[in-house]
């Protein structure tokens, strides 16, 4: 997977340089991308995850990894967390019974 935000889906945006003359060359515009874990407390481990900050800031306020996943339809995840949000699901099924 390129460098797409596993959380809000966000990747690179394509758009011109603009100079003084009003030539147009083109350029990208990269996202936040950052390598990190998040604590999961169903499944009492780290879970690695490749988001943008904007997604680590959706995570806070969703309530953290496990939230977030079991409320987000699968269809609608990133493939990568779709395993994540199978085992949070039997985890607390477990943890319930």
Same mark, same amino acid.
């Given at each position: 997977?390129?460098?797409?935000? *596993?959380?809000?889906?966000? !990747?690179? *945006?394509?758009?011109?340089? /603009? @100079? ?17 874990? $998040? ?27 496990? &939230?977030?996943?079991? @409320?987000?339809? !699968? ?10 949000? &199978?085992? $949070?699901? !039997? &985890?607390?099924? /477990?943890?319930?019974?």
């Amino acid at each position: 997977m390129g460098r797409q935000c *596993m959380i809000t889906g966000k !990747k690179r *945006m394509v758009g011109n340089n /603009r @100079s003084h003359a009003r030539n147009a060359t083109k350029r990208t515009f990269e996202i936040n991308i950052q390598d990190t874990s $998040v604590y999961s407390e169903a499944l009492k481990r780290m879970v690695k995850i490749r988001t943008s900050v904007h997604g680590l800031r959706t995570l806070d306020h969703k309530g953290g990894i496990d &939230a977030y996943v079991t @409320s987000t339809a !699968k269809t609608k995840l990133d493939p990568a967390l779709r395993p994540i949000k &199978a085992a $949070v699901e !039997k &985890a607390k099924e /477990r943890a319930s019974a």
